[in-house]
C-alpha cells in the first residue's frame, strides 16, 4: 500500500479548453435538438387545431363546447395565421406593418348584458394607451401599434427579447403580447397574450390565455423595473370573474393606470383577429377620461367632432375604438362623392 | 508439468526462452485451469522454491482474478465462482499458508492475492471463515506474520464494500489494526502495515465513529502515529487524518483544535512527504466546508444534511500565517517541472482553498503579507507576496478586491516586464489571469479594465509572450481570461480594436522554436479559441480570414510523410488543435446568417482537409475533427449531403469505436448533428447507422456514458426521417423498453442516480423523437401498441421521486408528445395515468422554467387529446 497521491492542480485553470469544446459542442447540440423539437410541437399543435375543427369529429364536442367551438372556417384562418407569425417576423416595411395591422382582436361596444355575463365573462379596466403588439424575437423587441407602425424597438426580458450573454434563446422562440402603452408611467399593461416562447396562444380559450399569461409573465421578468437588457416594465391588469364584486372592483378599483373603460372579454373565446362580440367594451365618465373630447386645457368644447369613416360595403362608422355602425349609404350620395371615400 | 522451470523462463532475458515460457503457461491455464491455478498456488506456497518464481507465480493468480476493464473483471469473477470447489478451497488454504512465511515477496504478494479473492468471494457469501482466519493470525508470534495479515486486511477493506462485512467482524478488524497502530506495538513493519490498513479500514467504521468511546481510542491512536520517530509511519497516519477529514468531518469538533497543533508543528517542522499531508488535511476541510456552503447558498434542504462547523473560519488567524510561511519555501525552477509538487505549491493551494471558504475574512490576514514581501530584492518575498494575492482573488467580494487590484493592477504589469526573475514573472502572468478570471464581466460595477489601460494590458502580455515558455504560457492563459472577460457583452469590446494583433501574436507564439516541450502551443491556440469565441460583429471579417490562415496550418501538418510514431503522435496533436480550432470558428460564423454565409465559401476545402486528418490513421477517427464536422454539418444545413458518400465510413468507424469512448460519444452526437442537416436525406445511411447504434446498446464493452446519448440519437433520426423510422421502430422500441425498465429504480449512490437521470433522459428523448417524427402520418397507429408501457414508465419514474430536473422536463414533454401524436385514441390512457394528473400538476408549479414550459405544452396537448 503506497502513499496515496495528493497533488492537486497548481497554477492551471480548472477546465481544459477541449473539455470546454466538448461542452460548448453538447450544449449547441442540446440546443439544436430542443429548437427541432420545439418547431415540431409548434408546427404539429397548428395542425392538430385545423384536424380537430374537421367534420367528423364535430359530433363528439360536448354541448357546452359547442358555443364557444368556432367554426372550422375560423379555425383554418387561425391555422393560417399560426404559421405566418414566423414568416411575418421576417417580413419587412410596408409588408410587416399591413400585416400587423389586420393581427389585433377588437371589441364590439357593450349594448346589452349578455346572458351568463357572471359565468362567462371576464372584466377589467383598460388601461388608457396606445394599443399594440408587442413582438419578442432574435433577441429584440418590437411593438407595433395598430396601423403597423413601429412604437419601440427594445431589449427586453421576454423570451427571445434580447441579447443576453448565455445566448439561450432559440431561434424559433419568440412572443406576441396584445398591450396597451400607458405613457405616464412609461409601461406596457399586457392585455391578451397570442404566442409565448413560440407556442402559439390563437387557439386557446380566453381562461387558459389569462392564466398563462399571469403565470409566465411574472416568471420571465418582464414585470421588473427596467434595467439594461429591459428597457421598458411590461405588467398584467387585474382581471375579475363578471360577478357583482369582480364588476364592483374593476369599475372603482385604484389600478396605477388611467383606465379608458372596461373591457369584458368570454372566457371560451380564442384570440380572433378582428372585430368580435366575444370581446366587449364599455364606457362612461366613472370609468374613463375619454368619453368627451376636451381640449389642450382639460375643458370641454362646445362642439363635439365626429370622425366617421365609410366602408366599402358603404356601412357608415365612427373611427372608435371599437367603431360605432351608423347606418348605410345608398349608391347616389356615394357616387356624388365620386372617388372620395372619407368624409370628415 | 514443471513449474518452476517454465516460471523462471519467463523471466528470461533470452526472448524466444521467454516467448516459449509465456506460451506453455497459455496452454496450460486455457487446458486445465483449476490445476494450472493450483500448481501457482502450490509454487507461491513452497518455502523450497526461488523467490523469483513464487513472485510470478502470485502476479499470474492475481492477474487471473481481476482485471482494470470491466467485462474482463466480470469475465474473471465469474470464471473463478464457477472454478472447482476443491480447487478453490485448495488454493485458498496454500494462500492462507503463505501469509505466514518468512519471504517477504511470498507473504507480500500473497496478501494481494488473498484480497482479490475476498472480493470475490464475500459478496457472495463465500469463504465465511477468512476473517475469523487472519485474525487469528494477527496474534501469531512472528511479526512477518502479523505484518502480512494486517497488509491483507488492508487490502481487504480496499476491494469489499463495506455492507458485505457485519458489523461484528468489522469491529473485530478495526480493533485488531488499531492494536497494531499502537505506540505498545514495537515493530516499525507492524505498526507501519497497521496504519496503512487503517487508512482503507476507515471506510467501515461508519458505526465506531457514531459511539463516542471508539471514536476518541481510534482518533487517540492515530494522532499519536502522527508523533511516531518512524517517518514513514507519521505519512501514514497524516493520511489516515486526511481521509476522516472528509469522511467524517461532522464528527471532528472535538479534536480540531489538537489536529491544528499536531498538522502546524509538522507543516513547519517535519519532513516534506508528513508536511504535505499535514496541509492536505486542510485542503480537505476546506473542500469540505466549501461544498456544505454551497448547498446552503442552493438552499438545499436534505435530511442528510451535515451542518458547516466553520474549522477554517475558526482556524483562519493561525492558518494563514503557517500558510504565508509555506509560500517562502519554493524550489528553484519548480515552474519549468510539469510533476513538482512541492510544500510551497500545496501551502499556496490550501491558501486558494481558505479563501473560497471564508471569503472576505481572509483579505486583512493577506494583505500586509502581500504589502510588506512585493518589493523584497529576495524573489523568493517577492514571489510568495505575488502567489498570496493571486491565491485570494477567488472568494472575497469584489467590492473588496477590485479596490485592490486597481493599487496593484500597475505595479504588476510592471513586474511581468521588468521582474529580473522568471519565477516572479510567470507567478505575475497567472495573478493576473486571476484578476481577469474572476473579478471580469457583467456582473461587477466597478470597472478594472479602462480604456486608458487597456492598450498597456494587452501590450505587456503580447509582450510576455515572447519570454520564456512558462511565462508565455502564463500570459497565454491572462490573455484567455481576459477575453472570457468580454464574452457575449453585446457591448462593443475594448479588445476590438486589438484583434488583429492579439491573433498574429498567437499564431507567431506557435511557431516557436522552443514550443515543443510545454504546454505553450497548446495554450496559444485555446487562447486563440476563447478571443474568436468572444469576438463581435465587428471583428468578424478578421475571424473569416483566420479561416485560410488555420486551414494552411492544417494542410501543412497532411505533408509531412514517413513519420516517427513520437512524430506522429505530435503530428495528431497538432492536427487535434488546429481542428478545435476550426471548430470555434465554425461555430462562431455558423451562429450568425450574414457570416455564416461568407464562410461557406471554404466549406468543401475544409471537409477535404477533415477526410485527409481522419485518413492520416488507419484504425480510429480523430475526436477534434468529428466535432469540428458536427459543426460544419450545423452550419451547412442540408448541403451536407454532398460530404456523406466520402465521410459515411469515418463515422460508422467512429461508432464502432468503444477502446476511445469518448470519439464513440462525440461521433454519437455528430449523427444526431447530420439527422438536423440532413432531414430525410439521411434516410440512405440510416440502417447502417442504426445496426451500428443498436448493436453499441447491446454491447457490455462500451462506456455505460454512451448509452444515453444513443437513445436521444434515435429521437433525432427519427423526427428526421419520421414515418421511414418505421423500419426500425420494433428495434428501438425493445431496446427502450428494456432499458426503461432497468432505469425506473435507482438504488445506488448518487453517481449511480447521476447516471439512471441521464439515462432516463435519452430514453425520453428517443420517445419524443419518435412521436413527434410520426406525427401526421399514417402510421401513428403503429405507436399505440407502445404507449401504456411508455406511461407506465413516466409514472414509475415519478413515483419514485428521484429525477432531476432536466429529467422532469424531458418527461413531462414526452406525456405531451403522446398526447399530440395519438390524440383520442390514447385519451382514456393519458386519463388513467398518474402523470397527467398529480405529475403534470407539480410540473406545472414547478420553479423551474424550462420543466413549467414542457408542461404548459403537455397540459395544451392532452386537453386537446381529450376534448377531440
Redesign the interface.
Known amino acids: 500500500?503506497a502513499?496515496?497521491d495528493?497533488?492537486?492542480?497548481?497554477?492551471r485553470?480548472a477546465i481544459?479548453?477541449?473539455q470546454k469544446?466538448?461542452e460548448?459542442?453538447?450544449l449547441?447540440?442540446a440546443q439544436?435538438?430542443r429548437d427541432?423539437?420545439q418547431q415540431?410541437?409548434c408546427l404539429?399543435?397548428s395542425?392538430?387545431?385545423l384536424q380537430?375543427a374537421a367534420p367528423e369529429?364535430q359530433p363528439?364536442?360536448s354541448d357546452t363546447?359547442i358555443e364557444t367551438v368556432p367554426e372550422s372556417e375560423q379555425e383554418s384562418e387561425a391555422f393560417s395565421k399560426d404559421l405566418d407569425v414566423r414568416q411575418a417576423s421576417k417580413l419587412r416595411g410596408p409588408e410587416v406593418r399591413k400585416w400587423f395591422a389586420r393581427q389585433l382582436m377588437l371589441p364590439e361596444w357593450m349594448i346589452d348584458v349578455p346572458d351568463r355575463l357572471a359565468q362567462d365573462w371576464y372584466v377589467f379596466a383598460r388601461p388608457a394607451g396606445k394599443r399594440c403588439f408587442v413582438v419578442s424575437s432574435n433577441g429584440t423587441t418590437v411593438s407595433r401599434q395598430r396601423n403597423g407602425s413601429i412604437l419601440h424597438h427594445f431589449p427586453s426580458a421576454l423570451p427571445a427579447g434580447a441579447?443576453?450573454?448565455?445566448?439561450s434563446g432559440s431561434a424559433q422562440s419568440y412572443c406576441i403580447l396584445d398591450c396597451i402603452f400607458h405613457e405616464l408611467d412609461q409601461t406596457y399593461y399586457v392585455i391578451d397574450m397570442v404566442c409565448w416562447?413560440g407556442?402559439s396562444l390563437y387557439d386557446?380559450t380566453a381562461e387558459?390565455r389569462f392564466y398563462?399569461l399571469n403565470?409566465k409573465l411574472e416568471?420571465s421578468g418582464a414585470c421588473n423595473a427596467p434595467s439594461h437588457y429591459h428597457k421598458f416594465r411590461f405588467s398584467a391588469v387585474p382581471v375579475y370573474n363578471c360577478d357583482s364584486s369582480g364588476l364592483y372592483s374593476a369599475y372603482t378599483g385604484v389600478v396605477p393606470y388611467a383606465k379608458d373603460g372596461l373591457l369584458f372579454y368570454n372566457k371560451h373565446a380564442l384570440y380572433q383577429t378582428g372585430n368580435t362580440p366575444l370581446a366587449l367594451v364599455w364606457k362612461d365618465e366613472n370609468c374613463s377620461q375619454y368619453v368627451i373630447d376636451t381640449d389642450g386645457k382639460g375643458e370641454i368644447p362646445s362642439q363635439q367632432q365626429v370622425v366617421l369613416e365609410l366602408q366599402d360595403d358603404r356601412k357608415l362608422v365612427t373611427s372608435d375604438d371599437p367603431p360605432v355602425l351608423f347606418g348605410c349609404l345608398d349608391g347616389d350620395i356615394i357616387e356624388k362623392m365620386g372617388s372620395l371615400r372619407r368624409l370628415i | 508439468m514443471e513449474v518452476t522451470q517454465v516460471l523462471f523462463n519467463a523471466q528470461s532475458i533470452d526472448g524466444t526462452v521467454r516467448k516459449n515460457a509465456e506460451e506453455s503457461l497459455k496452454q496450460f491455464q486455457e487446458q486445465n485451469l483449476p490445476g494450472f491455478l493450483l500448481s501457482l498456488s502450490g509454487e507461491l506456497a513452497n518455502e523450497e522454491k526461488p523467490i523469483e518464481t513464487r513472485k510470478l507465480a502470485g502476479l499470474i493468480l492475481k492477474n487471473a482474478l481481476d482485471a482494470k476493464e470491466q467485462h474482463r473483471k466480470f469475465e474473471l469473477v465469474q470464471r473463478w465462482l464457477s472454478l472447482d470447489a476443491t480447487a478453490k478451497s485448495q488454493i485458498k488454504a496454500c494462500l492462507l499458508q503463505t501469509l505466514s512465511s518468512p519471504v517477504f515477496d511470498a507473504h507480500s504478494t500473497t496478501s494481494q492475492v488473498i484480497a482479490k479473492v475476498a472480493g470475490i468471494e464475500l459478496p457472495q457469501k463465500q469463504w465465511p471463515e477468512l476473517i475469523g482466519s487472519l485474525l487469528f493470525n494477527v496474534h501469531q508470534i512472528p511479526a512477518y506474520a502479523k505484518q502480512a495479515t494486517l497488509e491483507t486486511l488492508g487490502y481487504l477493506c480496499e476491494e469489499v464494500s463495506p455492507d458485505v462485512i457485519d458489523q461484528d467482524q468489522v469491529n473485530k478488524i478495526l480493533t485488531a489494526v488499531v492494536q497494531g497502530m499502537s505506540a505498545s506495538e514495537g515493530n516499525i513493519d507492524v505498526r507501519l502495515a497497521a496504519t496503512r490498513a487503517l487508512y482503507n479500514a476507515l471506510g467501515f467504521a461508519q458505526a465506531n465513529f457514531s459511539n463516542d468511546m471508539e471514536r476518541d481510542y481510534i482518533m487517540r491512536v492515530v494522532c499519536e502515529a502522527t508523533l511516531s520517530p518512524e517517518v514513514r509511519i507519521r505519512q501514514a497516519a497524516f493520511e489516515c487524518l486526511v481521509s476522516i477529514s472528509s469522511t467524517y468531518y461532522e464528527k471532528l469538533t472535538p479534536y480540531i483544535q489538537d489536529i491544528f497543533n499536531i498538522t502546524s508543528k509538522a507543516v513547519r517542522e517535519d519532513e516534506e512527504p508528513v508536511a504535505l499531508q499535514a496541509i492536505e488535511f486542510w485542503s480537505s476541510i476546506c473542500d469540505e466546508e466549501i461544498d456544505i456552503l454551497e448547498e446552503y447558498g442552493g438552499e438545499f434542504t436534505g435530511d442528510s444534511d451535515v451542518p458547516c462547523f466553520y474549522f477554517i473560519k475558526k482556524a483562519l488567524p493561525a492558518l494563514v500565517p503557517m500558510l504565508l510561511e509555506t509560500l517562502l519555501k519554493q524550489e528553484e525552477d519548480q515552474d519549468q517541472d510539469e510533476g513538482a509538487w512541492n510544500i510551497a505549491m500545496a501551502g499556496g493551494t490550501c491558501l486558494g482553498l481558505v479563501a473560497q471558504t471564508v471569503g472576505d475574512d481572509i483579505v486583512p490576514l493577506v494583505v500586509p503579507f502581500v504589502e510588506e514581501n512585493i518589493t523584497k530584492p529576495d524573489w523568493r518575498q517577492r514571489e510568495a507576496a505575488t502567489y498570496a494575492f493571486g491565491s485570494i482573488l477567488d472568494g472575497p467580494s469584489p467590492e473588496n478586491l477590485i479596490p485592490l487590484v486597481n493599487v496593484a493592477l500597475t505595479f504588476m504589469l510592471s513586474a511581468l516586464t521588468k521582474d529580473p526573475n522568471s519565477h516572479v514573472k510567470d507567478t505575475t502572468a497567472w495573478a493576473l489571469g486571476r484578476i481577469f478570471e474572476f473579478l471580469l464581466g457583467s456582473a461587477v460595477d466597478l470597472p478594472i479594465i479602462t480604456q486608458a489601460n487597456c492598450q498597456q494590458i494587452v501590450t505587456v502580455l503580447l509582450q510576455s509572450m515572447k519570454d520564456t515558455p512558462n511565462v508565455a504560457e502564463k500570459a497565454c492563459g491572462a490573455l484567455y481570461f481576459l477575453a472570457q472577460g468580454y464574452e457575449g457583452e453585446g457591448e462593443p469590446s475594448p479588445l476590438t480594436p486589438f484583434f488583429q494583433e492579439i491573433a498574429q501574436s498567437l499564431l507567431t507564439v506557435t511557431h516557436r522554436e522552443d514550443v515543443g516541450d510545454s504546454r505553450l502551443r497548446t495554450a496559444a491556440y485555446e487562447t486563440l479559441n476563447e478571443v474568436v469565441r468572444c469576438s463581435t460583429v465587428e471583428t468578424a471579417p478578421l475571424v473569416l480570414q483566420l479561416v485560410a490562415v488555420i486551414m494552411m496550418e492544417l494542410h501543412n501538418t497532411l505533408e509531412s510523410q514517413k513519420l516517427s510514431s513520437e512524430e506522429r503522435e505530435k503530428q495528431s496533436e497538432l492536427q487535434g488543435l488546429l481542428c478545435g480550432c476550426l471548430q470555434v470558428i465554425i461555430q462562431k460564423l455558423g451562429s450568425s446568417e450574414t457570416t455564416k454565409y461568407a464562410f461557406m465559401q471554404y466549406a468543401d476545402q475544409i471537409m477535404g482537409l477533415f477526410l485527409r486528418v481522419f485518413a492520416c490513421r488507419s484504425a480510429t477517427v480523430h475526436e477534434e475533427a468529428m466535432l469540428a464536422i458536427g459543426a460544419l454539418a450545423y452550419a451547412t444545413g442540408a448541403d451536407f449531403a454532398k460530404y456523406m458518400p466520402e465521410f459515411y465510413r469515418y463515422l460508422e468507424m467512429g461508432l464502432q469505436n468503444f477502446e476511445e469512448y469518448q470519439v464513440c460519444a462525440v461521433t454519437v452526437g455528430v449523427v444526431g448533428d447530420i439527422s438536423r442537416a440532413l432531414e430525410e436525406k439521411i434516410v440512405p445511411y440510416c440502417d447502417g447507422i442504426m445496426t451500428q447504434l443498436l448493436k453499441n446498446l447491446s454491447s457490455n464493452q462500451l462506456h455505460r456514458s454512451v448509452k444515453p446519448p444513443i437513445f436521444s440519437c434515435f429521437g433525432d433520426i427519427a423526427l428526421a426521417v419520421g414515418e421511414y423510422f418505421e423500419k426500425y421502430l420494433m428495434w428501438a422500441m425493445s431496446a427502450l423498453q428494456s432499458a426503461a425498465d432497468l432505469s425506473t429504480h435507482i438504488a445506488g449512490d448518487d453517481e449511480l442516480v447521476e447516471y439512471t437521470n441521464s439515462l432516463r433522459n435519452g430514453i425520453l428523448e428517443a420517445y419524443s423523437g419518435i412521436f413527434q417524427g410520426f406525427k401526421n402520418s399514417p402510421k401513428t397507429q403503429l405507436l399505440i401498441t407502445y404507449a401504456p408501457h411508455i406511461l407506465q414508465f413516466l409514472d414509475g419514474i415519478y413515483m419514485e421521486k428521484d429525477m432531476d430536473d432536466m429529467v422532469m422536463k424531458t418527461a413531462i414533454g414526452v406525456l405531451g408528445d403522446l398526447a399530440d401524436t395519438l390524440g383520442n385514441h390514447a385519451s382514456s390512457m393519458i386519463q388513467q395515468s398518474v402523470s397527467s394528473k398529480d405529475f403534470l400538476n407539480e410540473c406545472l408549479s414547478s420553479e423551474d422554467l424550462l420543466v413549467k414550459e414542457s408542461a404548459q405544452w403537455a397540459k395544451l396537448a392532452i386537453s386537446r387529446a381529450i376534448s377531440v
Do not use: T, V
Open positions: 500500500m502513499p496515496h495528493i497533488r492537486r492542480p497548481f497554477k485553470a481544459s479548453d477541449q469544446r466538448r460548448l459542442s453538447l449547441r447540440q439544436n435538438r427541432a423539437q415540431a410541437r404539429a399543435s395542425i392538430l387545431s380537430s369529429s363528439e364536442q363546447e441579447k443576453i450573454r448565455d445566448g416562447n407556442y386557446c387558459f398563462w403565470s416568471e
